[in-house]
Nanobody, 121 residues
Framework: QVQLVESGGGLVQPGGSLRLSCAAS????????MGWYRQAPGKQRELVAT???????NYADSVKGRFTISRDNAKNTVHLQINSLKPEDTAVYYC???????????????WGQGTQVTVSS
C-alpha cells in the first residue's frame, strides 16, 4: 500500500505565506511525478503545480510567480511554498503522486487526504 501524508495547511491573512509538505511512503518502486491540486467549495479540483523526477515543472497560470514546488526524490517528498496568498487561494490542497509500486509496476495515481488552506483577514 501507498500513503501520501500532507501537512502545513492553516489559516493565513492575505499576503501571507505557507509551506505545504507531502511525504509518500509504502511499497514504492518509482515516482514519476508529484504535485498539488486544490478544490475550492463548489468548484472542481484543479491543478496547482507538478514536478517530475527529472525536474520539469508545471504551474497553473493563477499561481505562477507566487507558488514554488520542490521535491526531494530520495525522500519521496514534495513541497509547495505559497507566497502572496489571496482569498481566492482558499481551498483544500491535495497531494498527488504518479508512481509505480512493487506490486505490479503499472503507473497509478495516488492522493493524499487533503489539507485546508484558508486565506482570510
Amino acid at each position: 500500500q501507498v500513503q501520501l501524508v500532507e501537512s502545513g495547511g492553516g489559516l493565513v491573512q492575505p499576503g501571507g505565506s505557507l509551506r505545504l509538505s507531502c511525504a509518500a511512503s509504502g511499497s514504492i518502486f518509482s515516482i514519476n511525478a508529484m504535485g498539488w491540486y486544490r478544490q475550492a467549495p463548489g468548484k472542481q479540483r484543479e491543478l496547482v503545480a507538478t514536478r517530475t523526477s527529472s525536474g520539469s515543472t508545471n504551474y497553473a497560470d493563477s499561481v505562477k510567480g507566487r507558488f514554488t514546488i520542490s521535491r526531494d526524490n530520495a525522500k519521496n517528498t514534495v513541497h509547495l511554498q505559497i507566497n502572496s496568498l489571496k482569498p481566492e487561494d482558499t481551498a483544500v490542497y491535495y497531494c498527488n503522486a504518479e508512481l509505480r509500486t512493487y506490486r505490479d509496476l503499472a503507473l497509478h495515481d495516488y492522493w493524499g487526504q487533503g489539507t485546508q488552506v484558508t486565506v482570510s483577514s
